[in-house]
């Protein structure tokens, strides 16, 4: 298991314990016969994203890759160019200690908010891929200006 969050989030809502939250450890093998991992992110509304040992979340970039609104849970997590996007507009953020209200939290986001949410994901896909050459606000120009606007702060502290 992948860091401090996800056995709490096993705890509450793992492995069937809600038939609405579809949150596991290693997809059981009774699931991945039915639907693949991959099926799985994209039919989901909201993928979770909890953090694990390392300082990111592969699992945010797989929400744009297939469509779902990422549902981060981490505190103190710092969101990859969250200097230049606002993330309260395509993700949603809970803190550890709301796990237990996890399903709560989601089910009182508005269907109008959630559309634009995916919506916005969509759009932002472009900066989350990697290309042989590099396109226009594609993930290689995300970090060329993530590390010039590092080294301003740094040049410049406030």
């Known amino acids: 298991m992948h860091g401090?969050?996800?056995p709490i989030l096993l705890?509450?809502?793992g492995n069937g314990k809600d038939e609405d939250m579809k949150i596991f450890g290693p997809l059981p093998n009774q699931i991945s016969k039915k639907i693949s991992y991959i099926e799985h992110m994209k039919s989901s509304k909201f993928c979770i994203c909890p953090m694990g040992f390392?300082?990111?979340?592969?699992?945010i970039v797989e929400a744009f890759y297939y469509e779902c609104v990422p549902v981060i849970i981490a505190d103190n997590f710092v969101l990859p160019f969250e200097e230049v996007l606002d993330w309260s507009a395509f993700s949603v953020v809970v803190a550890e200690k709301d796990i237990p209200n996890l399903?709560?939290?989601l089910l009182r986001i508005p269907?109008?908010?959630y559309i634009r949410m995916q919506q916005c994901v969509k759009r932002l896909q472009r900066h989350f891929l990697w290309h042989?050459?590099?396109e226009k606000y594609d993930l290689f120009h995300m970090i060329l200006h993530s590390i010039?606007?590092?080294r301003l702060n740094h040049m410049n502290p406030s």
């Open 54 to 59: 390392e300082v990111n979340s592969p699992r």
């Open 132 to 134: 042989p050459r590099p």
């Open 148 to 150: 010039w606007f590092s």
């Open 103 to 105: 399903k709560d939290i």
């Open 11 to 13: 705890e509450h809502w």
């Open 111 to 113: 269907l109008r908010k």
């Open 4 to 6: 401090r969050v996800r």
